[in-house]
Every structure is written in structure tokens, then in C-alpha cells.
């Protein structure tokens, strides 16, 4: 039986608001790296940030507190969504990333 320091826990977000061009993403990969959870985050193109965090349930729901009620300073969060926190066996991630997309076609074209 894994010990509760040993637990694993994710869950997914969403963030809505004045949450692109403010420097969530780099704050959230930094508060996410010191404090050793892993996963990604990603701006959308429906103006959200969405991501995945991975870690002990202590952890994730210290980044789930912070992406609901601070991100980054210039940030304004109207709304956070969160997938329910479950437990999962071993990690999907080697570390915390932000990841970036391809614009859409009808974007480029434009």
C-alpha cells in the first residue's frame, strides 16, 4: 500500500480571464517546478490557459490555490476550472512545460 508521501495525484485546469500575454505560463511552470509538480500548461486559441498538474495531493492543491486566487500578478482570473483530482499510479510527465500549439489554418490565413 503506497504511503500518502508516496500518493500521486492530477488533475486538469482551466483558466479564464485576462490570462494570455500576462506571464502566467512562466510562473505557473516556475511555482510548479519548485515545488515538484509536474505537467504542462498552454495558452488556447479561445483566449484560456489550460494544463495538467501531476504531483502529491499537498502540492497540486497548493497550485490549484494559487492558479484560482493570485496567477500572475498582471493576471486577471474571472473563473478557474479543475477537472476532479484523482490518484494515479505513476507519473505521465519527466517535469512541468509549457507547451505551444500550431496557429490554425484559417488563423494563418488571415
Same mark, same amino acid.
Request: aromatic share 10%; proline share 4%.
Given at each position: 500500500?503506497?504511503?500518502?508521501? !508516496?500518493?500521486? =495525484?492530477? *488533475?486538469?485546469? %482551466?483558466?479564464?480571464?485576462? #490570462? /494570455?500575454? #500576462? *506571464?502566467?505560463?512562466?510562473? @505557473?511552470? !516556475? +511555482? ?8 504542462? #500548461?498552454?495558452?488556447? !486559441?479561445?483566449?484560456?490557459?489550460? $494544463? /495538467? +498538474? %501531476? $504531483? @502529491? &495531493?499537498?502540492? #497540486?492543491? %497548493? +497550485?490549484?490555490?494559487? &492558479? &484560482?486566487?493570485? $496567477? ?14 484523482? %490518484?494515479?499510479?505513476?507519473?505521465? =510527465? ?17
Amino acid at each position: 500500500m503506497m504511503q500518502p508521501a !508516496d500518493q500521486i =495525484f492530477a *488533475c486538469g485546469f %482551466e483558466l479564464f480571464g485576462r #490570462v /494570455q500575454g #500576462v *506571464c502566467l505560463r512562466k510562473q @505557473t511552470r !516556475d +511555482l510548479a517546478t519548485m515545488n515538484q509538480v509536474r505537467g504542462w #500548461v498552454m495558452n488556447t !486559441d479561445e483566449g484560456t490557459v489550460k $494544463g /495538467q +498538474l %501531476e $504531483g @502529491t &495531493l499537498p502540492k #497540486v492543491n %497548493e +497550485l490549484k490555490f494559487w &492558479l &484560482l486566487n493570485f $496567477g500572475s500578478p498582471r493576471s486577471i482570473i474571472e473563473r478557474a476550472e479543475f477537472t476532479p483530482t484523482k %490518484e494515479i499510479t505513476s507519473h505521465n =510527465f519527466s517535469r512541468f512545460s509549457i507547451r505551444y500549439h500550431n496557429v490554425s489554418a484559417t488563423k494563418k490565413a488571415i
